[in-house]
């Protein structure tokens, strides 16, 4: 067989604070610094100019450079080179130098008079992906790409054993479309023993599940006399201790409105570890969606978010609607359907425009999702009229006029 269709032997190598010998500067070497960098090599750089990125990796001192051309000996001591100039008769040099001292050579232009191929490479939660292909560096790549994504999104099951901690993560799930939950979220859920999940999580991904992982709705957790909260901090404590990988899936964020710092003050004050994954919110990505930015230029540089889950003039509300009413920004009030006719008129009493554009968007990024526009005014006539339900975001502010203007209706399906 000939030995240029021999299949190349795959192998790790440990590079920490061993000297690594890049020739060239160029696009090639700007490439391959990162990941030799992030492998704690000793790196050395050799080469009369370098692009602009590889001078500020030498500027912040995560590689050395001299400003120079090739000169043989400058592999000694190298565990690893790379050769990379546009001069082939450079490269052959360094590659003949490489190849007398032992020292495993990538070589740019010519692979085939390499000794070493550089794989493509992707990692995703401490598993690093090499893939060679021979000389079809594009289907490595797709391969790569289709193997860490899996295994970002759940899609391949790589949990682990050796390493694993029984624990909590609270996960934040995002407003309800399944494919904005982060990407280590999606993780965490594939390699579960037991979910506890709200009703406004991404629920189609609790179908995706393996049939040995239990499913646990909250809602559903019997209470008896106990808070409903104390019932879920008791139940992620219980299936931790029982040496159980515990998710507790959440809508949102888990700290934006979701009582997620109750929930992991308990874990703490019973010893569990716990992972906090942070979700898209529903305050900023619904009215996204829905066209409607909350910050734009010359129009609001500012936002507010609001629960609206206690009425306004209610003796425990938190909230100054007073001071609210006197802000120019944007408003965003979450938890406020049932509540939008008495915080309507609290703002207009209090100074906000009657005439001042709201938008209710109701099931926002699912396939229910539908908008609302009114003003400030009749938004609570107009939402009992139109049957708006929860879950859903109002937009208080100029910015919905400006969303009305992108998608030129007043009242629309997105």
Request: net charge negative.
């Amino acid at each position: 067989m000939d030995p240029h269709d021999m299949p190349a032997y795959p192998v790790g190598l440990r590079l920490s604070g061993r000297l690594v010998v890049v020739v060239g500067g160029g696009q090639v070497a700007q490439r391959r610094l990162p990941a030799l960098i992030a492998a704690g090599a000793d790196i050395l750089v050799v080469s009369p100019s370098v692009t602009a990125s590889v001078e500020a990796m030498a500027d912040a001192g995560e590689v050395r450079w001299e400003r120079r051309g090739y000169r043989p000996g400058d592999l000694d001591g190298a565990w690893y080179a790379v050769v990379a100039t546009d001069d082939p008769h450079v490269n052959a040099a360094a590659s003949v130098e490489a190849e007398q001292r032992r020292v495993w050579c990538v070589r740019s232009d010519d692979a085939e008079a390499a000794t070493a191929w550089t794989p493509a490479t992707g990692r995703s939660e401490g598993v690093t992906i090499a893939v060679l292909t021979g000389r079809d560096p594009r289907r490595s790549a797709a391969v790569r790409d289709a193997v860490v994504e899996g295994l970002r999104n759940g899609a391949l099951a790589a949990p682990q054993h050796r390493t694993r901690t029984p624990g909590v993560a609270l996960v934040g799930g995002g407003p309800g479309d399944p494919d904005l939950i982060t990407v280590r979220g999606r993780r965490l859920l594939a390699e579960a023993d037991v979910v506890i999940a709200d009703r406004l999580g991404p629920r189609e991904l609790l179908d995706e599940l393996p049939p040995h992982v239990e499913v646990i709705d909250a809602a559903k957790i019997p209470y008896g006399r106990a808070m409903a909260q104390e019932a879920i901090n008791n139940a992620l404590i219980e299936h931790a201790k029982a040496g159980k990988a515990v998710v507790r899936l959440k809508g949102g964020d888990p700290f934006v409105f979701g009582r997620g710092m109750e929930e992991a003050e308990a874990l703490a004050e019973a010893g569990i570890p716990c992972t906090v994954v942070p979700g898209i919110s529903s305050s900023i990505s619904v009215p996204g969606v829905a066209g409607i930015p909350v910050t734009h230029r010359g129009v609001a540089q500012e936002f507010t978010v609001v629960s609206g889950h206690t009425a306004p003039d209610d003796p425990r509300s938190l909230v100054d609607w007073a001071a609210l009413a006197r802000l120019h920004g944007t408003l965003v009030l979450m938890m406020a359907v049932e509540r939008i006719a008495a915080i309507a008129a609290m703002l207009i009493a209090h100074g906000r425009a009657a005439d001042t554009p709201v938008a209710i968007v109701q099931e926002g990024t699912t396939a229910a999702q539908r908008r609302v526009d009114a003003t400030l005014a009749t938004v609570a006539e107009t939402a009992t009229a139109e049957g708006v339900r929860p879950p859903a975001v109002i937009v208080i502010g100029e910015v919905v006029a400006v969303g009305r203007r992108v998608h030129g209706e007043r009242r629309h399906q997105v």
